[in-house]
């Protein structure tokens, strides 16, 4: 028997060392790749998702301002303004800066003023920045309005226009 045909004990360790980092390269790798696709898969949802058409609701006029695409129309109400509606894709936020709650019995409703036709209702509401979706292309658009509405039933048309704002853009 030869030397070479007796193994040696430090030769085993290393095998199983050097197999072992192997496994773990190939399991980190693998991960990875997962990562890398989930990450694909995502983005390209969040591309693809409604045609490209429909974003996500901006919360400030400034965030507005600051997106592409993103129109600000302030509503006014005589010499004051007491909101502002933000439209981003189909996307739409009231932001009220001084409309106080509505009376008792009584909501607030977001109207859609087309360039042709009757003002279109897309939300109605007791406080807060409401979000809802356009009723017809913003193109269309000639203005938003708030009105003061019973809560008894929904209303087909304004009743008491309290604020308006003409779309400039």
Known sequence: MTEQD??????????????????????????????????????????TRG??????PVASVSACRATPGCHVVPLRAGDTSPANVLVNGKAVTLVATSMPAPPAGHEW???????????????????????????????????????EESLESTPTKPSQILATGRVTD
């Open 109 to 147: 409703a977001l109207w859609q003023v087309p360039r042709g036709g009757a003002p279109r209702l897309l939300s109605q509401f007791g406080s807060g920045n409401p979000e809802a979706a356009l009723a017809l292309p913003y193109d269309d658009t000639a203005a938003f309005a708030v009105s």
């Open 6 to 47: 007796v193994a040696h004990p430090t030769d085993a360790p290393n095998a199983d060392v050097a197999a072992l980092r192997q496994q773990r390269r190939m399991w980190w790798l693998t991960m990875a790749a997962a990562v890398v696709v989930v990450a694909l898969v995502v983005t390209t949802w969040e591309l």
């Open 51 to 56: 045609g490209g058409t429909t974003r996500r």
